[in-house]
């Protein structure tokens, strides 16, 4: 079996065996897999001009970030810095949030820091273009406190996060 | 900036498309399969009314759906006309943006099997701390 995940890659045998689940579904009930498919599409239609940022992004990581750099402001010894920055880039990130492991896993290979990489997958359920649609539904009141929370549990999501993963 | 610099970034660049698509592709399968097959008005039937038990509820349920958080405001919403309670749906809400149960896979491949585990359910627990803090400083602030 580890030989086969080896041969293959694990990345492709997940992809195998999700048309897998497809093909099975398609012979129980062709619709259904066709409506499936037709979220697929529509899906990858609007997440296409996002992949293409992230894909720029992490050409322009390889051309100009190094190690070292990646390690100053998002590394061990980045200090306090490094938080603000992923939240912030957290905030601003668009598309969903499968898009940015890429660039996360490039970086993370650079030396960002498991926390700053869970600060930053957190702080994206902050979503500005969203916000007054939350206030319509839940009120202003309500939304600004849940969004102070948020970024606060970002960043504790992160030290959490980094504490156990670096547990035996 | 030596031309060996935009080769290697280039290359790197292409290393990461040949990981990353048939993940990425395997994850909007995914999603297409759960948006079919878990119609929206099934959110509503999952709530028990029980207090205590409901932002739990919620938080998993949260975890599970995929798509876009405007839709998680729009069944919230709703859910909410119908008399669940705030710190449910609001559990809902957190864990649909914060938790990838469906993205795990793909989490794991790339970021690592025990960072996606432990972010994700270190996220489904802070869903329902955050509801339910949520909850009590709007009723505190009045």
Known sequence: ?168 | MEPSRWKRAAKGLLNNIKMSIPILAGVLLLIGLVNTLVPKEFFSKIFTGNRALDPLIGALFGSVAAGTPLTSYLIGGELLKTGISLAAVLAFIVSWVTVGTIQLPAESLMLGKKFALLRNGISLIMAIIIAVLTVLATGILG
């Open chain 1, 1 to 168: 079996m580890k030989k086969i995940v080896q041969k293959i890659g694990a990345n492709w045998l997940f992809l195998i065996a999700v048309v897998l689940v497809y093909l099975i579904l398609g012979l129980w009930n062709l619709q259904l897999a066709l409506a499936g498919l037709e979220v697929f599409l529509g899906l990858l239609k609007k997440i296409l001009p996002v992949l293409g940022i992230v894909f720029l992004l992490i050409f322009v990581s390889n051309l100009f970030l190094n190690p070292k750099t990646v390690a100053k402001y998002l590394g061990t010894g980045a200090g306090t810095r490094g938080w603000p920055i992923a939240v912030i880039a957290g905030i601003l990130s668009a598309g969903p949030i499968y898009m940015w492991y890429p660039l996360l896993g490039e970086l993370k290979k650079k030396g960002m820091r498991d926390a700053l990489i869970a600060t930053f997958l957190y702080s994206r359920a902050v979503k500005i273009p969203l916000l007054p649609m939350m206030v319509y539904y839940f009120g202003l009141k309500l939304v600004v406190i849940l969004t102070i929370l948020m970024i606060l549990f970002s960043v504790l999501n992160g030290l959490l996060v980094e504490r156990l993963t670096t547990q035996n």
